[in-house]
């Protein structure tokens, strides 16, 4: 596996990872995904709730293992993650009170060219030998997918402190974002998994082709954490809860589209 650096300059690239400041202590820390940031579905569904609340909402998007070592660390007041194995073992190690899903889409695989051929996503996988492989590799629920999917292939993995991936001569690991991921798979011709909302989100400046199965591993629910590490903010973060899961916010993500595609969708 090759693993490529990439030197963050904060502020300008997206998907680097900074621990978001406490100076505020009034502050509302919602951490969470950049899907949900980037496609434009938090904006679109928390504007009533900041109006009526007059909280003041910082959200900082990482993947979800950054995510969650937030909340380990009360860096956070809430959570809305997408990797439902770690966050379960969150919740089981006392970091988490509860979780609960409120929406979900799916992964797609994008690259220089569909692979409509295939049956499945294991199939496609398995038919990119011969081709180049971006991962995020940044423990994200995308990066969890991926190593899921991979583990089901015949490919022989090798595993480091990286996760699972193939052995396969091109194959790169950024430790980066959804966008940044992305931008990477268009400039080089390669394939990656993305989520379909941020790939939609950026579809209009991308060369990449999306392809679509209907496997049941490719389902990508997101879910609100609860902790137990910031008391003092509980009744905001419970709130947040009650105002996500309303049949309000339900119409609002099922009317939500990204080029007058339906992104999200509700349980």
């Known amino acids: 596996m090759i693993r490529v650096t990439l030197v963050c300059l904060i502020l300008f690239v997206p998907g680097c990872i900074t621990t978001p400041s406490l100076e505020n202590d009034d502050t509302f820390i919602l951490a969470t995904t950049t899907s949900l940031r980037d496609s434009g579905l938090l904006d679109h569904i ?35 993650v997408h990797a439902p194995e770690k966050e379960n073992q969150f919740i089981d190690d006392g970091f988490g009170t509860s979780r609960t899903t409120f929406t979900y889409n ?18 496609a996988f398995e038919s990119l030998n011969s081709d180049c492989f971006i991962s995020r590799g940044d423990s994200s629920g995308t990066h969890e997918k991926e190593q ?17 991936y193939p052995e396969i001569e091109n194959y790169f690991s950024v ?8 931008n990477m798979a268009n400039e080089m011709g390669c394939f990656t998994l993305s989520d379909r909302a941020t790939y939609l989100h950026l579809k209009p400046n991308l060369d990449l082709k999306m392809t679509e199965f209907t496997d049941e591993i ?21 709130e947040l809860e009650t105002y996500l899961t309303s049949d309000i916010v339900m119409s609002k993500i099922e009317n939500f589209t990204i080029n007058n595609e339906q992104s999200f969708f509700v349980l």
Do not use: C
Not at 222 to 238: D, G, H, P, R, V
């Open 46 to 80: 928390l504007s009533d709730f900041l109006s009526e609340t007059q909280t003041d909402l910082k959200i900082v998007a990482f993947g979800t293992g950054a995510a969650l070592n937030l909340g380990k660390k009360g860096d956070a007041d809430v959570l809305i």
């Open 106 to 123: 799916h992964f797609v695989i994008v690259g220089p060219r569909t692979l409509e051929n295939s049956p499945n996503i294991i199939h």
């Open 218 to 238: 490719l389902m990508n629910p997101y879910s609100i954490i609860q902790l137990n590490t910031i008391k003092e903010k509980q009744s905001i973060a419970i």
């Open 148 to 164: 899921t999917i991979w583990q089901a292939t015949n490919y022989t993995l090798n595993q480091d402190d990286g996760g699972f």
């Open 175 to 182: 430790g980066n974002g959804m966008a940044v991921t992305l």
